[in-house]
Nanobody
């Protein structure tokens, strides 16, 4: 199976920065589009940023210009650099993989919709 493991969350003051990482562990051939989602207390989970395997990115309007998503395919890792953080960015941040291919005999098999366990980001003075 495949496991997504996030790291880098924590407490930061408004205007500060944090960098999140998410590494996929397991017997992996390739990762498809990946993304960061977030869920604030009492709210639904929402998209923050996504990135395709070809590095095409997409951002929620609320984070555009402040967050940067990137990936290192050789390391099976996706990153989220968050700058100029605001209290409303406080949430649990989840890593997501749309698809993951694993070796299976002479070919591959696919897993879909894989989530990490989440990492807490708190922006507060």
């Amino acid at each position: 199976q495949v496991q997504l493991v996030e790291s880098g969350g924590g407490l930061v003051e408004p205007g500060g920065s944090l960098s999140l990482s998410c590494t996929a562990f397991g017997n992996i051939v390739s990762l498809g589009p990946m993304g960061w989602y977030r869920q604030a207390p009492g709210k639904q989970r929402e998209l923050a940023a996504t990135i395709t395997s070809g590095d095409t990115t997409n951002y929620a309007n609320s984070v555009k210009g402040r967050f940067t998503i990137s990936r290192n395919n050789a390391k099976n890792t996706v990153y989220l650099q968050m700058n100029n953080l605001k209290p409303e960015d406080t949430a649990v941040y989840y890593c997501h993989a749309d698809s993951v291919s694993q070796p299976s005999g002479p070919g591959v098999t696919w897993l879909y919709d894989v989530w990490g366990q989440g990492t807490q980001v708190t922006v507060s003075s």
